[in-house]
């Protein structure tokens, strides 16, 4: 079955404790992202990847990393995470000639 | 001018009713869009793509008027099913071929 997967889909943590959300596609898609989705604002792009070792911001990178060094996996890093990034985050692939683009199902992270 | 812009709503309409949502993009190069569904913070959905010459799928008729800059998502015979938040998504906005831009969405809920 083709999908997006994303762990954990639930995490609580602290701030300042490095955490990593993992994303990976079995769809052999070049093109990955990370949003997230908070009230009022939509999905905002956090990152995103052309292909295995090509990265670039999105809209709000800021407390962000990623990696891309396997083409079916992108990781969200986010090394000392503060309150203000919990959210709702989505990974998201698709094909480069692909239009269409197919989501996880989301990680509810929470940043005490 | 937003990037792209959606009336949020909500919408409350009754069963069997016909809805319209619009969205305008603000940047006239740009090349592809669509409408996706979201229901209840899941992830996002493609519902179909918008073409120039306009589309239809079933109860669900999509619009482009590239010179007014705005697609148009029209449901007919509203089904209790059809309550979610329906975003529009324009690729190419922003100065990226691949980028997607997400609408805020439009909460519609359909009432028996």
């Known amino acids: 079955e083709a999908q997006v997967t994303q762990n954990p889909r639930y995490l609580i943590t602290v701030t300042g404790k490095k955490l990593t959300v993992t994303c990976s596609q079995n769809m052999n898609h070049e093109y990955m992202s990370w949003y997230r989705q908070d009230p009022g604002l939509g999905l905002r792009q956090i990152y995103y990847s052309m292909n295995v070792e090509v990265t670039d911001k999105g809209d709000v990178p800021e407390g962000y990393k990623v990696s891309r060094?396997?083409?079916?996996?992108?990781?969200l890093i986010l090394e000392s995470?503060?309150?203000?990034?919990?959210?709702?985050?989505?990974?998201?692939?698709?094909?480069?000639?692909?239009?269409?683009?197919?989501f996880g199902p989301g990680t509810r992270l929470t940043v005490l | 001018r937003k990037e792209v812009e959606q009336d949020p709503g909500p919408f409350n309409v009754p069963e069997g009713a016909t809805v319209a949502f619009n969205c305008t993009y603000s940047?006239?190069?740009s090349q592809s869009f669509f409408w996706y569904r979201q229901d209840c913070r899941k992830e996002p959905k493609l519902l179909m793509s918008v073409y120039s010459s306009g589309n239809e799928d079933g109860r669900f008729t999509a619009q482009l008027n590239r010179?007014?800059?705005y697609i148009s998502l029209l449901i007919r015979d509203s089904k209790l099913s059809d309550s979610a938040?329906?975003?529009?998504?324009?690729?190419g906005s922003g100065g990226s071929n691949y980028k997607l831009t997400f609408g805020k969405g439009t909460l519609l809920t359909v009432n028996p």
């Open chain 2, 27 to 29: 940047n006239s190069a």
């Open chain 1, 69 to 75: 060094k396997e083409k079916r996996n992108f990781p």
């Open chain 2, 85 to 91: 938040t329906y975003l529009c998504v324009v690729i």
């Open chain 1, 81 to 102: 995470p503060s309150p203000n990034q919990t959210s709702l985050y989505f990974c998201a692939s698709r094909g480069l000639a692909a239009l269409g683009q197919f």
């Open chain 2, 67 to 69: 010179a007014s800059q």
